[in-house]
């Protein structure tokens, strides 16, 4: 399975992107669904994630700014960005956590999509 993600861009602050995630592959299913970021110099960070079942966890510094949502038939999450502000400014990264069931074992497999630059100008 792997994961690809598009609708990075430039914006000004006060601007809208819709990011985009899309899983390709065999698999049994996909659990939840996550988008994080990591800006020049600092770690990585999560902004929010959806469960399969579409429950949703966010960033405090995203809170009311940002939607994720996700089309389990087309295997794709969303997430909707509004009210850019120049610190949003960094590499978004989709990530999917895929089962991985046999008999005798269960595990999850986190599959990282390349990531894409969003950058917001002031």
């Known amino acids: 399975v792997e994961v690809v993600e598009s609708g990075g861009g430039l914006v000004q602050a006060g601007g809208s992107l819709r990011l985009s995630c899309a899983a390709s592959?065999?698999?049994?299913?996909?659990?939840?669904m996550g988008w994080y970021r990591q800006a020049p110099g600092k770690q990585r960070e999560m902004v929010a994630d959806i469960t399969s079942g579409g429950s949703t966890h966010y960033a405090d510094s995203v809170k009311g700014r940002f939607t994720i949502s996700r089309d389990n038939a087309k295997r794709t999450v969303y997430l909707q960005m509004n009210s850019l502000k120049p610190e949003d400014t960094a590499v978004y990264y989709c990530?999917?956590?895929?089962?991985?069931?046999?008999?005798?074992?269960?595990?999850?497999?986190?599959?990282w999509g390349q990531g894409t630059l969003v950058t917001v100008s002031s």
């Open positions: 592959g065999r698999s049994s299913g996909i659990n939840a």
């Open positions: 990530k999917a956590d895929i089962p991985i069931a046999t008999i005798e074992s269960y595990r999850e497999l986190e599959v």
